[in-house]
Nanobody
Framework: QVQLVESGGGLVQFGGSLRLSCAAS????????MGWYRQGPGKQRELVAD???????KYADSVKGRFTISRDNAKSTVYLQMDSLKLEDTAVYFC????????????WGQGTQVTVSS
């Protein structure tokens, strides 16, 4: 059974930092590209950051220079370090796992709330 369990969300002040973690189980982590998405109030879900199985990263323009995605294959975990947080970063953050070949193997975590206060 595939499970993606996010943690690390919470309430933080403007300009602060948080580190999200997503622990994967039930999948061969090394053959999955991993991503962080978010969905703010009244908004559609959007890609925040992505890291391929080979470690290539990409970011949404809105978070470039502030967020860093990384992965630890030995721990089957992907991280999102979020610095210089802004009010507009408030959202539910979701972890995503996508098999590098099989498009149907696409999984989501349940999400973790991040709230940035002024």
């Amino acid at each position: 059974q595939v499970q993606l369990v996010e943690s690390g969300g919470g309430l933080v002040q403007f300009g602060g930092s948080l580190r999200l973690s997503c622990a994967a189980s039930g999948v061969p982590f090394g053959v999955y590209d991993m991503g962080w998405y978010r969905q703010g109030p009244g908004k559609q879900r959007e890609l925040v950051a992505d890291i391929t199985s080979g470690g290539i990263t990409k970011y949404a323009d809105s978070v470039k220079g502030r967020f860093t995605i990384s992965r630890d294959n030995a721990k089957s975990t992907v991280y999102l370090q979020m610095d210089s947080l802004k009010l507009e970063d408030t959202a539910v953050y979701f972890c995503n796992a996508r098999h590098i070949i099989l498009d149907t193997r696409n999984y989501w975590g349940q999400g973790t709330q991040v709230t940035v206060s002024s």
